[in-house]
């Protein structure tokens, strides 16, 4: 039997490597002054398409991680997203940004896709007791890849410039330490028995002192898409990452503009949302195996409703940066407490797969939040309209959230009566 607290570090190992595609903007000056002829929106391509097959292959592959299993879904994550960064080097290499796109966009974005549903579903199975918290721990790896990732690439950058492409070798480096991590991180992940418990979880039912909540059904992911409850988590996580999306995108401007920062100061805030992202991941789903994971979205919204529209309105620095913060856990904190959500409205039994499902609504939040975020401000000249119009966006995702706590009150209600007259 595997050690299950290995299991949570295999996991991070994984999603620690992947989620280096936030440090992103480490690349895009010097990729600018490498390939001349390419336009900033063109260079942005290569996050945009990392970004939509993120979303598109975790869709398409979360079959394939359940019938499969994790080890091998995991090799292969590791496959495409260290080869997408090796054959992305070799673009940069030969300064052509086609091949940049195939490698680091199409190939590392399926690379992303895979390897962010791939240890989820895992970790759902082997933390029976504390659900929130195992699924945080991993998805906390996402959000705090992007902080060791970015100084890493930055420093390689700048030591092989002298020698030559610093691009190209950052990617060669990294491709290949990714690609051995990865891999011994997804040699680990196995599934546990059917029906598994830790021993203390164990003991605590046979003695009386815990109940076990059984899972409102065992769903496969094309049963559970049909239903209204997969659409309301849908709908919650694309107003939740749509706006989110559109304040990283804005940060800096915003507080240059609102609180009249400087672009050096500005860069140091945007630095320290990425530390409350990856902490909010891990704080609120392990708070969410507390309160319940219904009544966390709905504090996501209520905090997000005040806090979009007080911001606009914030002179103070400190409170400015403050309210900026508890937004970026609530981003954070969505995505980590989505899949024990799924797990506990839907089962375990193709977890990996309705997660897939239900991320699609990343791959859209990602061209809808910064769009209108850069359209209302060219049309009014301040983002503070765009944070109010964000603010009305989340009464929708209360309301939402509101009526699936209702539903699964009265599923839980039923499902009861049946277990006692069983």
Known sequence: MKNRWLIAA????VHASIGSVYAFSVFKKPL?????????????????????????????????????GPRRAGILAALFFGGGLIIAGFGALIQNLYVIWLGYGVLGGIGLGIGYITPVSTLVKWFPDRRGLATGLAIMGFGFGAMIGGPVFNFIIETFTVAGNGIAYTWFIMGVIYLVIMLASASYLERPPEGWMPESMKAAVEAGEKKVVADLTQQTANEAVKTAPFWGLWVMMFINISCGIAVIYSASPLAQESIGLSATQAAAVVGLMSLFNGLG??????FSDVIGRSNTYMAFFVIQIVAFFALPNLTSVIMFQ????????????????????????????????????????WAGAGLVGPQIAAYVHTTTGSYEMTLYIFAGAFVVALITSILMKSYISRARAVKEAQLANA
């Not at 295999?10 to 190992?13: H, I, P």
């Not at 991941?281 to 392990?286: F, K, L």
């Not at 995505?335 to 089962?347: C, E, H, Q, S, V």
């Open 32 to 68: 600018e002054e490498l390939i001349t002829s390419a336009s900033n929106n063109e260079i942005a391509w290569t996050f945009s398409f990392a970004i939509f097959f993120l979303g598109l292959s975790a869709a398409i592959m979360g079959h394939f991680v359940e019938s499969r």
């Open 322 to 361: 403050v309210v900026l913060y508890i937004i970026l856990t609530c981003y954070g904190g969505g995505f980590a407490t989505l899949p024990a959500f799924i797990g506990d409205l839907f089962g375990t039994k193709q977890l990996g797969a309705i997660h897939g499902y239900v991320l699609t609504a």
């Open 281 to 286: 991941r891990i704080a609120w789903a392990s």
């Open 10 to 13: 295999s996991a991070v190992g």
